[in-house]
C-alpha cells in the first residue's frame, strides 16, 4: 500500500500515513495530532518490501 503524506490545516502539522487506494479515495482521514479533517495530501510514495539480509 502507499504512504501519504500529508498537511493538516486546523493544526499546521503534517503526518505520514498507509492508505489503501480505497481509503485514500474516500477521503476520510483525520490528522493524528488534532483530529482535525481538512487535510492536504503533499506526497504520495509507493510502498516496497525490504528485504533483510542474513
Known amino acids: 500500500m502507499p504512504h501519504y503524506e500529508f498537511i493538516c490545516h486546523d493544526c499546521h502539522k503534517g503526518f505520514l500515513t498507509t492508505l489503501s487506494q480505497e481509503d485514500y479515495e ?12 481538512r487535510v492536504e495530501v503533499q506526497v504520495a510514495l509507493p510502498s516496497h518490501d525490504v528485504k533483510k539480509s542474513a
Open 26 to 37: 474516500e477521503g476520510k482521514i483525520a490528522c493524528p495530532h488534532c483530529d482535525g479533517n
